[in-house]
Structure formats: structure tokens, C-alpha cells
């Protein structure tokens, strides 16, 4: 089998030869690789056996000038295209530090959102030009990328607390921005889809928890967000397609909800946060397809991951639904050594 006709079988709760395998390798890690052996230029995905996707976004940013204000030896400071303000460390695979944000408050949502035209260089045809009919002819899964919800507007645009406090004050403004940012989404992937380029799932980020809990209550997911989670969902099913909710953090009180909205698979399941995976693939096995739910900090413990492969692996890939992966991406502490042997096992398990 190749890795859509793999992947189609986990999303029709059927067996296939074996559980897909995708994950998301830190930069630091592709570089580890080469380092200790994987072939210069070739793609991690073929090195290991792993599956294969396309995938593509578009642009919605209200294109805010991108400009570095202070540099130094070891990080950097920038504006971003969304009006951040963050501090970049050049130490392999940090992360920034967010200074200071622009849109916090209604006024400058509006102004923000004057930006946010639909030009069609937002949407990136030479990429879908240059690659679509390999990704095909390869046998590729298609990934759409959409940006909008919680997420998006907390981390990207308005800042954690300045949102949280809006929610429950301005609640108005907050749907404001999740509907602009989903209807401009909608709008941009339906010329890419009119233009031929048809994908096979619609992905969204929309991070709403941390460790043990969510950052807001199921009644205020119901209220603000689910609404705009059902209209992308329902979008995706009206274009033949299913969708894909990555949310970090332990979300498990929201889950009868998201389910409720149709959501056809959940990732990353994070073990790290509070998640139970296979409680979750008891009561939601049939319903939703399950990619993750395998604690990445065991990833260079070669003891710890491969019991845990032995343990979750065998329950997880029953009836179909289930994709392996870690539960958010392959850190730089995992050696070339260690994940051949984390591959080899998933195979040799995850095999129907």
C-alpha cells in the first residue's frame, strides 16, 4: 500500500497492511540525521519507511512589516507578519520569545483586519505547480493547512492573555476574528480547489490546553468556538474531504464536544500533558482517528519507547483509526540509532 491508500483505510476504521507512520522531526534532528548517516538531500520519510505527505497553506497574515530591530551573537529580535514583536535564540531548535503585540484591542483588530485582503499571491501556486502531480503520482496524502481559532489569535496575533480576558468581555471581538480568519481561509483553499489542486484533508492548529486542563471552560468552547470548528468541519465534509484538529495540552473534558462538531481525527494526544490515549480509544475509537499518543520524551530511551510501542500500539491500531506518531514531533535528542529502532518496531507491531 502506499501512504494515501494507508491513511484512507485508518479514516474508514479499516486495516491496512500496517499503521501509517507520520511525525514532524525538529529541524535540529533532520540535521542530527545527516550527521550520522542519513544520505545528504534525501527526505527523512524515505530513509525510514515512514509515510508521505503534501502539504500546503495560505497566507491570511495582515502582512504587518517583517523587520529585525536588535541582533546579536545569540538571538535576534523581529517583528512578524501577524505584528508581533519576538525574540529569536540561534541555539538549535528554540524557541522565540514573544515581546510585545499590536492587535490588543478592537480598534487595532480593525485596522488589522483592513489588511487582510485576499490577493492571489496569498496562495502558493508555484509550490502547487511545481509539486501536486508528484505528491499524486507518489501516492502522497494532501494536507491543506488552515489557520483560525484560539490558537492562531492567542499566539500569533493578540497574545494569551489579552485574549482570554476578551473572551469573556468582548466576546464579540473574538468571534469577529475567528469568523474573519476562517471565512478568508475558506475563500483562498476554494480558488486552489476550483483551480484543480483538490486535497484530501483539512488540517488546523488550535492548541487549547496545557498540562492537565484547558485555558477555558467546555461552556465558553461551546459559545465562541465550536461554532467556527463546525463550519470548518462541515466545510471539509461538503468537498468530500475530512479534517484534522491538532490541539496541545490535555483537552479530554472537551472532547465530547469536538467530537459532537464531526472532527474526524484528533493529535497530538500529548501522554506529557495528562492524556489518556487509551481511554480515549475506547470511547472515541469508532468516531475519531487517533495520530499520536506516544510520549516523545521516551524517544532516546530506547527501553522506555519501545515498551511503550508494545504497550499502546496493539489497542491503538484495533478496528483501524489509529496513525502513529509522538505526541508533538521527534526532538534532537533522538540519534539516527535510537529511531531506526523506534521505526523497525512500530513496523513490526503496527503490522495487521
Known amino acids: 500500500m502506499n501512504s494515501w491508500e494507508r491513511i484512507k483505510r485508518m479514516y474508514e476504521h479499516k486495516e ?3 499503521v501509517p507512520i507520520i511525525d514532524s522531526p525538529w529541524a535540529g534532528t ?35 512589516e517583517e523587520k529585525v530591530l536588535e541582533e546579536n551573537d545569540r538571538w535576534y529580535i523581529a517583528t512578524s507578519s ?10 538549535e531548535d528554540s524557541t522565540p520569545e514573544f515581546l510585545d503585540y499590536k492587535v490588543t484591542n478592537a480598534e487595532e483588530w480593525e485596522k488589522a ?9 496569498r496562495i502558493p501556486w508555484a509550490l502547487l505547480k511545481n509539486n501536486y502531480d508528484k505528491w499524486r503520482s507518489e501516492g502522497r496524502w494532501i494536507r491543506a493547512i488552515f489557520w483560525f481559532g484560539f490558537d492562531v489569535t492567542h499566539s500569533w496575533m493578540m497574545g494569551t492573555e489579552n485574549l482570554l480576558i476578551a473572551m469573556l468581555e468582548e466576546p464579540e471581538l473574538v468571534e469577529n476574528m475567528f469568523d474573519t480568519y476562517l471565512k478568508n481561509n475558506m475563500r ?46 462541515d466545510w471539509a465534509h461538503n468537498h468530500n474531504i475530512v479534517s484534522q484538529l491538532h490541539s496541545c ?31 480515549i480509544k475506547k470511547e472515541y475509537g469508532d468516531k475519531l482517528v487517533l495520530r499520536g499518543g506516544i510520549n516523545a520524551v521516551n524517544w532516546n530511551n530506547p527501553q522506555a519507547i519501545l515498551e511503550e510501542i508494545n504497550q499502546k500500539v496493539p489497542i491503538l ?31 513490526r507491531v503496527g503490522k495487521y
Not at 492548541?207 to 463550519?231: A, E, I, N, V
Open 16 to 18: 491496512a497492511d500496517r
Open 188 to 233: 483562498l483553499y476554494e480558488r486552489a480547489w476550483d483551480a484543480g489542486y483538490h486535497f484530501d484533508e483539512l488540517f488546523w492548529y488550535d492548541d487549547m490546553g496545557y498540562k492537565g486542563s484547558t485555558f477555558f471552560s467546555p461552556d465558553l468552547y461551546r459559545t465562541l468556538l465550536q461554532p467556527y470548528h463546525k463550519q470548518a468541519v
Open 113 to 121: 483586519k483592513a489588511r487582510m485582503t485576499l490577493e492571489d499571491d
Open 249 to 279: 495540552g490535555d483537552i479530554t473534558t472537551l472532547l465530547p464536544d469536538i467530537v459532537a462538531t464531526g472532527v474526524d481525527s484528533l493529535n497530538p494526544l500529548e501522554i506529557k500533558a495528562g492524556v489518556d490515549v487509551i481511554r
Open 317 to 347: 491500531k484495533e478496528n483501524g483509526g489509529f496513525i502513529f506518531s509522538s505526541d508533538h514531533s521527534i526532538p534532537n535528542s533522538v540519534s539516527l540509532k535510537d529511531m531506526k529502532i523506534i521505526m523497525n518496531e512500530v513496523k
Open 82 to 91: 501577524w505584528g508581533v514583536t519576538m525574540k529569536h535564540f540561534k541555539e
Open 30 to 64: 533532520i540535521r542530527r540525521w545527516h550527521r550520522e548517516g542519513m544520505p545528504a538531500q534525501m527526505e527523512w520519510e524515505d530513509y525510514f519507511g515512514a509515510d508521505k505527505l503534501g502539504v500546503f497553506q495560505v497566507d491570511i497574515t495582515p502582512r504587518f
